[in-house]
């Protein structure tokens, strides 16, 4: 046997022992996940329930599917959502226009308290992401009662059927309150409802398998320390595509997102535009679609008028802050929000001084630029520019190590400055080395 059939082999029997497995637990998850929302979905489908019963039917399956998860501390959920629902009830006697941001202070000062006071490492890390999912519902249900978008206020059914929703509230995607009722109202189920959840499903399996067997596989260890940095990133940014597209599973599965010829509505991510990127800026947007559109409408619009600088800063610290009071998720959301901030404008200002097309977004069907998307000035303004983010996501991403004991019991600061020290601090040095070209122009 030469060297060559030697290494395939050896490759094959070190994928297939790692496959079948990891394959095994994604299905065993994702079994649990599509079982209670179908179930959910063809009892609105066939049976005629009240307004109120259905609400209620959430609550119970989402209850159910929780503690199915995640066994006793599902309790901290159900207990957040009580909270909040009878403490909106308060705010309401007192004021009608400060709900959203007291409501948004109250819950993330309940979460901090229970991540640094209440609740050991390994079992907030358990919840965290549940818990992030409910506080995106209650803020955005307390905004919208701000801004006159509620007849009158919710029922308890209705609020707590909306927060334990089994459609999302493990992985998410975040939906509104109304998106959530009109799809409890309509009714419509087709073959092409099945084949969307199986290639779906499939999607999701896919990048389980790319993240945990071929991407840690590729690059070997001795590789170059830049190599390796991007490796880990993008065997991180898998195991997100997975749980992103996981997520529309679940949703597809309770008919969430489904438009009456059933067609899926539902996006959370978009791989593509993160892998190949145009910008920082694209990749913040297309990470997660409804976490952007939430902070979007709920954070940078409420805080727009006090300046833009300001407002980019609030939203990344609130999207920190949702995270859990971690320095590794703080630190690299922030950074993110500095870098992107620095990006866009220089972009903006390249793109006046040289006529070219090159700013974070890319210009619609009318662009008034002088070379546009397809000369060769703007082809190459741009790919240094996605060169420039590919390796600002290798050193973001490179410290969501992939070790379950240490994802179990949370990052440490020194870990996140190891990583970052092990790249010389490129990505911030640079980004300051940006802006100073951006004052300078």
């Avoid at 499903?201 to 991007?230: G, H, Q, R, T």
């Avoid at 190949?276 to 902070?295: A, E, F, G, T």
Wanted: glycine content about 4%; charged content about 15%; some cysteine.
């Amino acid at each position: 046997m030469d060297e060559d059939e030697e290494y395939n082999e050896t490759a094959w029997t070190y994928i297939t022992l790692c496959g079948e497995p990891t394959l095994y637990e994604g299905l065993r998850f994702a079994k649990d996940l599509i079982i209670a929302n179908v179930l959910l979905r063809l009892v609105i489908q066939f049976v005629p329930l009240p307004h109120n019963v259905r609400h209620s039917l959430c609550l119970v399956i989402g209850s159910f599917l929780l503690y199915h998860n995640i066994g006793p501390p599902f309790i901290w959920t159900v207990g957040l959502t009580t909270t909040a629902y009878i403490l909106i009830i308060l705010i309401s006697f007192v004021t009608k226009k400060w709900r959203g941001l007291l409501m948004s202070v109250s819950v993330i000062a309940f979460l901090l308290l229970c991540e640094l006071y209440v609740l050991n490492p390994k079992m907030w890390q358990q919840i965290r992401g549940i818990q992030m999912i409910a506080a995106m519902k209650i803020i955005s249900v307390a905004f919208e009662l701000d801004r006159d978008l509620f007849k009158r206020m919710l029922n308890p059914v209705e609020f707590g059927g909306y927060i334990l929703c089994p459609a999302n509230c493990i992985l998410g995607p975040w939906i509104s309150f109304h998106t959530y009722n009109h799809y409890l109202e309509v009714k419509f189920l087709t073959k092409r409802w099945i084949k969307l959840i199986v290639l779906n499903l499939s999607v999701s399996m896919l990048f389980l398998f790319l993240s945990n067997c071929i991407v840690p596989w590729y690059i070997d260890d001795e590789m170059p320390k830049w190599l390796v940095a991007y490796r880990d990133a993008q065997a991180f940014r898998m195991s997100h595509y997975f749980v992103s597209s996981m997520s529309i599973v679940s949703m597809l599965s309770a008919g969430f997102g489904l438009t009456n010829d059933c067609h899926s509505e539902v996006h959370v991510t978009k791989p593509y535009f993160i892998e190949l990127p145009r910008s920082l800026v694209q990749v913040v947007i297309y990470w997660n679609i409804p976490m952007h559109q939430w902070l979007k409408n709920y954070v940078f619009k409420t805080c727009q008028p006090y300046g833009q600088f300001f407002a980019i800063f609030v939203t990344y610290a609130v999207s920190s802050l949702l995270h859990g009071l971690n320095f590794q998720f703080s630190a690299v959301l922030l950074s993110i929000g500095t870098f992107s901030y620095v990006e866009y404008n220089l972009r903006h200002k390249v793109a006046l001084a040289l006529e070219v097309c090159c700013l974070a977004n890319p210009c619609g069907k009318q662009c008034d630029h002088k070379y546009k998307k397809n000369t060769m000035l703007a082809i190459v303004t741009n790919t240094f520019f996605s060169i420039i983010t590919v390796i600002h996501l290798a050193y973001l991403g490179v410290m969501f190590e992939a070790s379950f004991s240490v994802q179990e019991s949370g990052y440490s600061y020194f870990h996140t400055i190891n990583k970052w020290e092990n790249l010389n601090y490129f990505s911030h040095g640079f980004a300051a080395f940006l802006y100073v070209i951006y004052l300078m122009m």
